[in-house]
């Protein structure tokens, strides 16, 4: 009860602007950011937001994982990629919660996402994690908050948004030096248009095999598709030339693999990439 009226609280003051200064209280709507770390030595524990954490292990690769719209750090992707990360590689990974602010309406929410990712940005150098080191993986809305940390760090290494959504502020291909987006819902709840350096569209980016039709569905597989390719990445996809040679699947160019925690790839001049795919796991 006392969590679900600070939270209409909070929806009150971001429609209404108000402020104890000029700048909309939507602005500090990052400071309601969590962060929870895992990796061989701490399963889940909470970050200091003021300092530098010793449990951090150095000289391996951070997975940062930012959920989407009406979502926790405990729901959708997270307990899944971090159980596939952590079993099968020797990475650190922080989960970010920003879900006080996800729960509230989708245009709230999405006024939001240049605070959450500032103030997810601030924490990351805190942090003192070197951005050739860092993969930042969003879903939903989360992959526009990834977009903006990645702005405000720089030189971070690979952004990998999951079927982003609609966003006033949008992730773009300079955000990291390699960005991968992986779409399939871009008729709904998706952009379904090139954002990245390398765009997936996995059976071409609509309605996804054993979705009939449902597109929450459809758009969930983006999360599922790359969880599954943490351990035994199969998703080898073509390039495409154009649009319309993904859309009537003839695609005939170089493979690169879709998803996984590489931290460099290369793809094709086009970036344009599609994957066909089975109805159920792993795919």
Known sequence: ??????????????????????????????EFNRYYLYNSRVNGQQMSLTTQ???????????VIVHGHEESYQTSLNPDLRRELLESQNVNVIAVDWSIIASLSYSLAQNSVLSVGEYMA????????????LHLVGFNLGAHVVGVAGRRLGRVARITALDPSMSNVRLTS????YVEVIHTDGSSNGLGVQIGHADFFPNGGGSQPGCWGNDACSHNRAWLYFVASIRDNTFNARCCRTIRQKNLDRCRGAYLPMGGNELIKTPCSSGIYRVNTRSSYPY
């Not at 300079?174 to 030096?177: F, L, Q």
Request: no cysteine; charged share 10%.
């Open 174 to 177: 300079t955000d990291a030096n």
């Open 53 to 63: 954490s010793s449990d951090i292990i150095q000289g391996v690769t951070t997975v």
């Open 1 to 30: 009860m006392i969590r679900s009226v600070f939270v209409l609280a909070i929806a009150l003051a971001i429609a209404t602007g108000d402020s104890d200064d000029t700048t909309p209280s939507f602005h500090r709507n990052g």
């Open 122 to 133: 601030g924490f990351l150098a805190l942090q003192n994690i070197n951005p050739a080191s």
